[in-house]
């Protein structure tokens, strides 16, 4: 996993605490992007509020931004909050993506969305 971690410090994935699985998360999901990334989140969420959040790719520099952008949103909310954090507001706050990387900020919001619906559909 540290190797992940060192291979694109360009993009500051390289120190972000929340990059990496999770062991027993509350809630997680996978996806794979139409470009072939996969995008993985884990979220530890106690009385509705989201405590911790992990994500992990081997995708693009755009894929990573993206990833820890969406898990520096969803840090603190509560999964109605998260549920409003919608890809335009990630592209908007990583001022210089190129819009061939636009779909990346899709990738991650849905994978989030798809954790937070791991969470509330659980028994």
């Known amino acids: ?3 992940m971690h060192t291979s ?8 972000d605490p929340r990059f990496g699985r999770m062991n027993d998360p509350t ?3 996978c996806v794979r992007g139409p470009c072939g990334d996969e995008m993985e989140f ?3 969420i106690q009385d509705g509020v989201i405590e911790q959040v992990r994500y992990c790719t081997t995708g693009c520099a755009d894929t990573k931004r993206c990833g820890a952008e969406v898990a520096r949103r969803a840090q603190g909310l509560t999964v109605a909050e998260a549920l409003g ?3 335009r507001m990630v592209i908007d706050s990583l001022i210089d993506m190129p819009a061939e990387g636009r779909h990346c900020a899709i990738l991650a919001v849905t994978t ?3 954790a ?3 969470y509330l559909l659980a028994p």
């Open 1 to 3: 996993m540290q190797a």
């Open 8 to 15: 694109d410090t360009s993009s500051g994935v390289a120190e």
């Open 27 to 29: 809630a997680a999901a």
């Open 42 to 44: 884990y979220l530890v």
């Open 85 to 87: 954090i919608s890809p």
């Open 112 to 114: 989030l969305y798809r």
């Open 116 to 118: 937070l619906a791991d």
